[in-house]
């Protein structure tokens, strides 16, 4: 199964922007430019990418949180709370009806043009977290006959 490219560009804009602070420590000003245009492209293609698993929405719900002003520290904490749920594999009802329902407050704007930026973001978010999982199991195709002749039968 490919792994979720929100997930590969959330550590592909981890390391860019890790490049960048190493780099403005070292030599500030000098070719500084390149890697600010990398790390803002890699954002912007990760905040238009749609999360194939609760991992990736996870990510995508840590990056609004971690991009709320500090009035919105309590949604931010409620935020980190569910992407944690999200990354252990655990996806509650309940946290998808209250991420829904701060898309909307967000969209009507909460937190101001701030919060209409995150909305989108938020929104594709929840599509991750709200698809269905699909469980594969193993199917025995083997005759009974050829089972008690491999002794499992």
Not at 67 to 87: F, T, V
Not at 100 to 112: C, D, K, N, T, V
Request: charge should be neutral; hydrophobic fraction near 45%.
């Amino acid at each position: 199964m490919p792994i979720d490219p929100v997930v590969a560009l959330a550590e592909e804009l981890r390391i860019a922007e890790n490049t960048l602070r190493r780099a403005c420590a070292q030599r500030p000003g000098e070719a500084l430019t390149g890697l600010m245009a990398r790390a803002v492209s890699v954002y912007k293609e990760l905040v238009e990418t749609a999360p194939t698993s609760a991992l990736g929405a996870a990510k995508l719900i840590c990056l609004v949180a971690d991009g709320l002003p500090n009035s919105g520290d309590a949604h931010a904490s409620k935020m980190h709370e569910i992407s944690e749920r999200l990354m252990s594999g655990r996806r509650l009802r309940g946290d998808l009806i209250w991420l829904r329902a701060m898309a909307q407050a967000l969209e009507r704007g909460l937190f101001g043009d701030l919060g209409k930026c995150n909305a989108s973001i938020l929104n594709l978010a929840i599509q991750g977290a709200a698809r269905p999982i699909i469980v594969f199991r193993s199917v025995d195709l083997l005759p009974e006959d050829d089972r008690r002749e491999a002794g499992t039968g």
